[in-house]
């Protein structure tokens, strides 16, 4: 499963993860990652000024994306 495709299939809580997994469904120009080095460069350059608090939210969504991708085998 793609990153894009994981964050658009969890529900969107009201917390921080669920912040940025709105943030970066809303985005068209967000990045199918392969890695939290390639969201972190994105978001680093983001002018919107959500991204600064969205940054440690996102590396906790990416975090548990490679733990399922890894326990599922891929």
Known sequence: MRF????????????????????????VNFPDANSWAEINEYLKRSP?????????????????YKDRAESAGG
């Open 48 to 64: 919107d000024p959500r991204v600064r608090l969205l940054r440690v939210a996102a590396e906790v969504v990416w975090a548990n």
């Open 4 to 27: 894009l495709e994981y964050i658009a299939a969890r529900r969107a809580s009201f917390t921080a993860q669920g912040d940025f997994i709105r943030f970066a469904l809303s985005d």
